[in-house]
């Protein structure tokens, strides 16, 4: 399984957590709630890569581009465990000269 460069993104780092549930409410105010299968939390991180070079620019992007936002990649989030990602979008500005922005959205996938 291929790992995402070792390049550092900007901090702070954001981290989205939503549980899938499926619940059943009923006319008394009574909810019965269960997460629906057993990896019902999957977490989306947004990591920002602030004026980082053209090198690093082209790595992140052609890295991104060769996974297609449907292949699985390995990236460890600081303070985490090694789990299995995919980046369906990330956006690029172009700062000034060799200087970018890139912002992506990995959203873990079940290994």
Same mark, same amino acid.
């Given at each position: 399984m291929a790992v995402f460069p070792?390049?550092?993104?900007? #901090?702070?780092?954001?981290r989205d957590?939503?549980?899938?549930i499926l619940k *059943?409410?009923?006319? $008394?105010?009574y909810?019965?709630?269960q997460p629906n299968g057993i990896n019902s939390?999957?977490?989306?991180?947004?990591l920002i890569f602030?004026?980082?070079?053209?090198? $690093?620019?082209?790595?992140? $992007? *052609?890295?991104?581009? *060769?996974?297609k936002g449907t292949i699985p990649f390995d990236w460890t989030a600081p303070g985490d465990t090694l789990r299995k990602w995919v980046c369906e979008s990330w956006r690029e500005?172009?700062?000034?000269y060799d200087q #970018?922005?890139?912002r992506a959205t990995f959203m873990e996938r079940a290994a």
């Amino acid at each position: 399984m291929a790992v995402f460069p070792s390049i550092s993104p900007t #901090y702070p780092l954001e981290r989205d957590s939503s549980p899938n549930i499926l619940k *059943a409410e009923f006319g $008394d105010g009574y909810v019965m709630a269960q997460p629906n299968g057993i990896n019902s939390l999957l977490r989306v991180h947004t990591l920002i890569f602030t004026r980082i070079p053209l090198v $690093d620019r082209n790595t992140i $992007d *052609a890295f991104l581009v *060769a996974h297609k936002g449907t292949i699985p990649f390995d990236w460890t989030a600081p303070g985490d465990t090694l789990r299995k990602w995919v980046c369906e979008s990330w956006r690029e500005s172009f700062v000034e000269y060799d200087q #970018y922005t890139i912002r992506a959205t990995f959203m873990e996938r079940a290994a």
